[in-house]
């Protein structure tokens, strides 16, 4: 009796895997192998929420995490991405944006559209220099500490420190970006400059434990996350979702801008004022877009007190020939059941 309830308890779970198995997909990577759903295009868990791609040998300080900047802040997704990727999505802030969104030393999530602090991600960088063995691995640590903080203006102390060191090592290399210093092999040690950089990167490092201290203090939160309901190739329509602490923290309303990649920040094309009552669940439309275009959408929250937080998502606008196809193909489909319709209501009486 116990065998044939052993042997149905197996084939029950063997149908229960293969149900959870059909319903998602294997990460490739194999020092992660979750479980992902079919709804998700990559893996949450170890992938880049960029470029989608995963480090087979992940190093986390060339990362960046969406997570939590105070205790008790669940206004954060927990997702990742490569620090390069962030660049190149313009997701790294140093330079005041606008009249109100003025950030300096912060990275937005590209997922959520979280704030968050970038000087832990910067300190990384200089250990890493200041522990590098191979010259190219120093070179690009101190020039990515570079771009980190280029333009800043609340932390131009320690940005100073680290230009000082990118300077005494251009002068032994050449440009840090260049094909010389990202393709030296040799070694650290026999780098005349090397102490001097390194020492520089140690006193920087002593230098930023007292700025992580305050920076804590002020940590931008998030306006709100970004909905986007329907893409097409000329216009765009979303929802702004308020976060649970918005009415705790007093916020008013919100102001969003849209503006094409690439654009200065002062020909925002549109500037929207919405109240708290009329961001609820108000569906906004941004008409007249140009088609296969990134555009990026930023928003404030703001209080009586003036402005309270900070939020930025992107999408790009569909292409004209792919939306007419999908579009054509939704018609045909809607054709064909018209004529099965017709055909059962004749024939078949």
Known sequence: MDTKRNISQSRQN???????????????????????????????????????????????????????????????????????????????????TGNLMKVDGYFCCYSCGKVSDIL??????????????????????????????????????????????????????????????????????????????????????????????????DLIPAACRFDFEDVAPRQVILRLIEHPSAEERGVKGYRLWCDKKGETREDYQ????????????????????????EYIFRAVSYTRAGVLGHSISGCFTKSVEIFQRSRGNLVDGRRKRLRSMVHQFLFNP
């Open 270 to 293: 549109f500037d929207i004022d919405l109240s708290r009552g009329e961001a609820q669940g108000m569906r906004i439309l941004f008409p007249d877009l140009e088609p296969c275009k």
């Open 120 to 217: 832990g991600c910067w300190k990384k960088q200089l250990v890493a220099a200041k522990d590098a063995r191979r010259i190219d691995v120093l070179c690009y640590r101190i020039e990515l500490s570079y771009r980190l903080l280029d333009g800043t203006c609340r932390f131009s102390e320690l940005h100073e420190i680290v230009k000082d060191a990118k300077s005494k090592l251009e002068v032994e290399v050449g440009p840090l970006d260049g094909p010389s210093a990202r393709n030296d092999r040799g070694i650290v040690s026999r780098l005349p400059v090397a102490m001097q950089v390194q020492e520089l990167s140690s006193f920087a490092i002593r230098r930023a434990e007292y700025w992580s201290t305050s920076v804590a203090r």
């Open 14 to 96: 063997h149908q229960e895997a293969d149900v959870d198995i059909s319903n998602s997909w294997i990460c490739k990577n194999a020092s992660c192998r979750a479980n992902v759903s079919l709804d998700d295009s990559y893996c949450k868990r170890c992938s880049c929420c960029v470029c989608h791609a995963f480090d087979e040998n992940k190093d986390p300080t060339l990362w960046l995490v969406c997570e939590s900047g105070k205790p008790n802040d669940v206004e954060f997704c927990g997702l990742s991405c490569h620090v390069e990727c962030a660049f190149r999505k313009d997701m790294v802030w140093v330079n005041p």
